[in-house]
């Protein structure tokens, strides 16, 4: 009797790793393009300190890495005017601020920073001019130190936090998740990744560079025909803290060859064969095939000596090497045996079965060699939209899964290999 198990589950999940890597030199060349000119003012010296004051970059800023923290130096050059009584004395001095700005994020995936000043160091101290007289005015560089620093800090935290407009891109890059993706024209192969739940690694500091890693924990299916729908994007979970995994991620490929179809391909090599033993022989009239659970059914039609049908069964695994879907093991039903042994016994000793076995492979409409190779090729660098893109390679398991559906013979496939997401501001 025709019956079909449930098809088989496969939960495994993969890891997706989205790279985070923000280049310090690139940094600090913005932070210096921001950072132009003049950089603090006070026109007038009747505020209440007597003091005006230009506080100027004077060279490049240069970056470092401390710890887990950003440190950098900011040369300055400053212009100044005292009101002593009723008389107006200027100078100048040159002076360079060492700041250290350390990151955070947030549960909300939002990025906060701090930066703080660290020390400072006079370059060339202050001096006031009265006459030919150069007196010291160390009150001056207190006064540039407590506005120029809120001007400094704010000025870099801002930059920083736009540089790792973290939230903002990790959120795009969620929801491109739950869309699918075509990787194959030519084979009509699409990719939905199938996004479960993400994580990150804590924030990684070297002289060159600020990493991290994004994992995206999910179930990616490649699947052959007509678009899949996409599924509906969850909210962006909140920020969790992981050890980094493993970079391997396992698709599924899943083919099949419709019964219809099988059915043809093996009449087409059996229908009118004719087989003898003993002086008496059948030919094939016609095939039929369909699902007994885990085994597939060949209902055989016969005329000859023997008018009648006979059923053997086997089951259907895929042969990687030829592209098939092959039947194993094939062999007549217990019924089917019973039955020839008081009726036709002669048929069990005829080489009907063993043809029948080796004619029973269906080759698949995709060649999933080829497929696998143009995957491998797309997935070295494949834009998914302006701003991100996937970067990876497949490699076929030996791992593989055939199963009997109602209307067809499927296959599923496992390919093992590596897939990345980037996105351009994360790295």
Known sequence: MEQYDAPPLIEQSSTIHVPLN???????????????????????????????????KKDRIGFGVSGKDLQYRVPMTLWFKYKAGITYLTGTAEISMQFRTSFDIRPDWSVQTLTQLESY??????KL????IQIPIGFIGDVVM????????????RMAQEQFGLRGQVELAWRRMFEPVLISPEYNTWLTIQPK????????????????????????????????????PTPLPPLRFAEATHRDFIVYLQAEVPYEEAERLAREQLNGETFSSGGRSVTVENIELYGKGSTIIVN????GSFKGNVYLEGRPYFNAKRNTIDVSD?????????????????LLKSNLKRTIQEKMDFYLDQNLNELEKELHQKLSHYPVSQSIYLKGSLDQLEIQNAWLAPEAIRVQIGLRGRIEVFVTGLN
């Open 22 to 56: 923000i280049n310090v030199a690139e940094m600090e060349q913005a932070i210096n393009q921001r950072l132009q000119g003049v950089i603090y003012e006070d026109n007038d010296p009747d505020d209440g300190d007597n003091l005006a004051v230009k506080v100027e």
């Open 121 to 126: 160091e006079w370059l060339r101290k202050p």
């Open 129 to 132: 001019q009265v006459g030919a």
């Open 146 to 157: 407590k506005n120029s620093q809120k001007t400094i800090t704010t000025a870099i935290d």
């Open 197 to 232: 739940s993400i994580s990150m690694t804590p924030l990684g500091m070297s002289a060159e560079a600020i990493t991290a890693t994004i994992m995206v924990e999910s179930q990616p299916r490649i699947k052959i025909g007509a678009a899949p729908a996409s599924m509906p």
């Open 300 to 303: 055989t039609e016969l005329s």
């Open 330 to 346: 094939l062999n007549f039903t217990l019924e089917t045996q019973n039955f020839l042994y008081k009726t036709a016994g002669w």
